[in-house]
């Protein structure tokens, strides 16, 4: 059988995200998997350089590939030259949105030392709907009778891919189990939608268990009680601030991985460490490239290469080297002799 070459698109982006980036891939060449890259220069950079953020053309090319991997994007901590948006709305969510990346997947690990120490359990956040989806508007701005909404757009179509991704999921882990976490006590319209499309899914899953949470609940359980969970599955609101709180609860957002996945491949796929472009370390080996390279990870299973994916991740969760002490390159080389 010949080899399949990936093409991968890789936006290394801002401040650390190339270091980290290139590491990444670094790691996945010494595994064994063939691929080539194009690099794409978008982020903060970019736009303070020319006022280019993300046109058609580009996001048609981007499309086309086999997966993007993405390091970081935004300016450094108090510069505030970019109107807040800018970078959000026009890129990373409009990649999400054009490429069609309805699963926001993000998988947790806690390590020695967390508070969730050897708990194991993921979020799959809806990715393309909720407030995220840019209903709503202003009127009479500026005035005492300005008015300001944001709606959260749940389509029956959206709610139930993202469920149903959750459940596939959930069905190949040991002990398989989905739970929804929402507010379906005063969210009553969107929480009923969700609601009723797990309880039917369920139907099609009998090995799976479900469980409700409602989201503030959630947040108190991820802290005292995080090994009752296994798949999380939740809006994109809801999933973007939980995900936050697993991966402070797992060791810190520097080891969290994401991959925004559409699983029909109409689009490339995008995975990024979940952690910033960190621009006060920039250049100085201190970048930890274990987030990008468990990003990679997913990436590699997204790709159908699951030896070498199996390979990385064990490389990775068998990591036991002082990560402050090696720095970005004795990580990698770590990883890579453990390989
Ligand atoms: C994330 C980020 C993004 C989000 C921002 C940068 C738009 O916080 O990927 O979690 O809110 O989804
Ligand atoms: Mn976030």
């Given amino acids: 059988m010949t080899q399949q070459v990936h093409s991968i698109a890789v936006i290394g982006g801002d401040g650390i995200g190339p270091e980290v980036t290139a590491a990444a891939l670094e790691v996945v060449r010494a595994a064994g998997v063939s691929f080539t890259t194009e690099q794409f220069d978008l982020g903060a950079a970019r736009y303070l350089r020319d006022g280019f953020v993300l046109d058609d ?3 048609e090319k981007l499309r086309g590939f086999d997966a993007i991997m993405l390091g970081a994007i935004g300016p450094a901590i108090g510069d505030n030259r970019i109107p807040g948006g800018t970078l959000e709305r ?3 969510l409009r990649m999400r949105f054009g490429l069609d990346l309805y699963i926001n997947y993000r998988p947790f690990h806690g390590v020695d030392g967390s508070l969730a120490q050897g ?13 995220y ?10 005035t005492p009778y300005e008015i300001a909404t944001q709606g959260s757009v749940n389509t029956r179509f959206g709610v139930e891919r993202c469920v149903r991704y959750a459940f596939e999921r959930a069905a190949k882990s040991a002990q398989p189990k989905v739970t929804l976490a929402h507010k379906t006590n005063v969210l009553t319209y969107a929480g009923d939608l969700w609601s009723r499309v797990v309880a039917e899914v369920k139907g099609e899953y ?3 268990e479900v469980d409700y ?3 503030d609940a959630a947040c108190i359980y991820l802290v005292e009680d995080p090994q009752r969970y296994n798949v999380i599955v939740t809006d994109n609101l809801f999933g973007d601030i939980l995900s936050d709180l697993a991966g402070a609860v797992t060791g810190g957002i520097g080891f969290a991985a994401s991959g925004n996945i559409n699983p029909t491949k109409s689009g490339a ?4 460490p979940v952690h910033g472009a960190a621009h006060d370390i920039v250049g100085t080996n201190r970048a930890n490239p274990l987030a990008a390279v468990s990003s990679a990870v997913l990436m590699l299973e997204h790709l159908g290469e699951i030896e070498a994916a199996t390979r990385i991740a064990r490389a990775v969760r068998d990591f036991d080297g002082d990560a402050s002490q090696l720095g970005t390159s004795g990580i990698t080389a770590h990883l890579l002799e453990r390989l």
């Fill in 57 to 59: 053309e580009t996001l």
């Fill in 90 to 92: 026009g890129l990373l």
């Fill in 119 to 131: 708990c194991d359990f993921a979020i799959v956040r809806e990715n393309t709907e909720g407030p």
């Fill in 133 to 142: 989806a840019g209903e709503g508007g202003v009127l009479r701005q500026g």
């Fill in 206 to 208: 009998p090995g799976v």
């Fill in 213 to 215: 949470n409602h989201v």
């Fill in 269 to 272: 796929s995008l995975f990024e």
